[in-house]
């Protein structure tokens, strides 16, 4: 998914800002509000993705108002109280809450806990599988195909693996790769040429002249998506031409 969208939904101006700001500056896609009518009009038309709620703004009550969101759209709500009571925390997360933080908060918290939320948003949009052109990527069980045969990789070679697809043809440099692909703080570079040399042994037609896994002179490596949409394209014009005799 792209960039997680948050509707601040706050009475107080400064807190409301002050709260906008941040969250702009770690990347998110920020909406604010602070009456009943705007809110609910401004929901409907930006559906974002996770609403920070005052659970007592000045015109209404927020506990309701979790209600109307939770039920419209279902994003995941945070609501921000100044009622600390367990009582209290519990009608808030009853009322459709997925997170209760009492104020006075401190900022570091705050963005820990909106963080924290982001991983649930985007666990709930990933995708089962990855197809490119033939080669799939089975997330949940882990596994690849590749023009129908099962493709036996090792832990780290699907890590890398999928890795490479999610830059989207871009090059990675071996640094980047060491980083995102393993999960222990390596340092040697050539630990990344070795499972490239293995993972294109296993998806090459011919690992001397990788046509999937490309080198990228001065940078690294990239995952030619290009190369495997073209061949599925291909395969399909030559299937049409052979049904229609022409081929």
Same mark, same amino acid.
């Given at each position: ?89 519990? !009608? ?23 963080? !924290? ?49 999610? !830059? ?80």
């Amino acid at each position: 998914m792209g960039s997680v969208s948050v509707h601040v939904i706050e009475g107080n101006p400064h807190l409301r800002s002050l709260l906008g700001w941040h969250l702009q500056q770690a990347g998110y896609k920020v909406f604010q509000s602070a009456d009943m009518v705007r809110t609910r009009d401004l929901f409907q038309a930006k559906q974002p993705n996770l609403v920070i709620l005052d659970s007592q703004l000045p015109n209404g009550d927020g506990l309701e108002l979790c209600r109307w969101l939770h039920s419209h759209g279902q994003p995941l709500i945070m609501i921000l109280s100044a009622c600390t009571t367990e009582a209290d925390i519990v !009608a808030g997360l009853r009322a459709g809450a997925d997170d209760y933080l009492t104020k006075p908060f401190g900022m570091q918290e705050f963005l820990a806990r909106v963080e !924290a939320l982001t991983r649930r948003i985007r666990l709930m949009n990933a995708p089962a599988s990855l197809t490119y052109g033939d080669l799939n990527i089975d997330l949940v069980q882990r596994r690849v195909h590749f023009r129908g045969e099962y493709i036996d990789l090792t832990p780290q070679e699907f890590s890398l693996l999928y890795v490479l697809t999610q !830059a989207s043809g871009s090059p990675l440099s071996r640094t980047d790769l060491l980083r995102r692909a393993w999960p222990d703080a390596i340092d040697n570079p050539r630990t990344v040429d070795t499972h490239i040399l293995s993972l294109r042994k296993k998806i090459e037609a011919d690992p001397r002249q990788p046509n999937i896994i490309q080198t990228v002179r001065n940078v690294g490596y990239r995952f030619n998506v290009e190369r495997l949409t073209a061949e599925t394209n291909g395969h399909g014009r030559h299937a049409n031409l052979a049904a229609s005799g022409l081929s």
